[in-house]
């Protein structure tokens, strides 16, 4: 597969928490399986105050952050932020960086081409 690289086993993932962290390219990433069996792959640090997703919990399709219960889903986009109003929107603006994955023969692979294209600093931090 042309910019693909193998990150992972489909085994590494089959256990309680299905999550790891990966480095590619020099950015810090995680990897885990939601619900419904799809892959996603991250940024490894939550943009709120960096806390680490690798510590977060794996619900909703997502993960959310152990620090202040930020919820992100598989593409990287904030979904929830608890401490929020009912009715703000201010989570539509908030994601981490995201890197297509797909899953072939057992295998696991992250699209390299992504991971160099991003320019290594998060979304700014609201």
Same mark, same amino acid.
């Given at each position: 597969m042309e910019n693909w690289v193998r990150i992972a086993a489909s085994a590494d993932l089959d256990r309680p928490r299905p999550l790891i962290?990966?480095?590619? +390219? &020099?950015?810090?990433?995680?990897?885990?399986?939601? *619900?419904? &069996?799809?892959? /996603? @792959?991250? &940024?490894?640090?939550?943009?709120h105050r960096g806390a680490d997703l690798c510590y977060g919990r794996l619900e909703n399709n997502g993960l959310r952050c152990p620090f202040h219960g930020w919820h992100f889903d598989r593409t990287g986009q904030c979904v929830e932020q608890p401490a929020e109003p009912e009715g703000s929107k201010m989570h539509e603006q908030i994601r981490v960086p995201m890197i297509p994955v797909r899953e072939?023969? &057992? *295998?696991?692979?992250? $699209?390299?081409?992504? +991971? @160099?294209? $991003?320019? /290594?600093?998060? *979304?700014?931090r609201p």
């Amino acid at each position: 597969m042309e910019n693909w690289v193998r990150i992972a086993a489909s085994a590494d993932l089959d256990r309680p928490r299905p999550l790891i962290p990966v480095t590619l +390219a &020099g950015k810090r990433l995680v990897l885990f399986r939601d *619900e419904t &069996g799809a892959l /996603g @792959l991250i &940024g490894r640090n939550c943009p709120h105050r960096g806390a680490d997703l690798c510590y977060g919990r794996l619900e909703n399709n997502g993960l959310r952050c152990p620090f202040h219960g930020w919820h992100f889903d598989r593409t990287g986009q904030c979904v929830e932020q608890p401490a929020e109003p009912e009715g703000s929107k201010m989570h539509e603006q908030i994601r981490v960086p995201m890197i297509p994955v797909r899953e072939t023969n &057992g *295998e696991i692979y992250a $699209q390299i081409g992504a +991971a @160099l294209a $991003q320019t /290594g600093s998060e *979304e700014a931090r609201p």
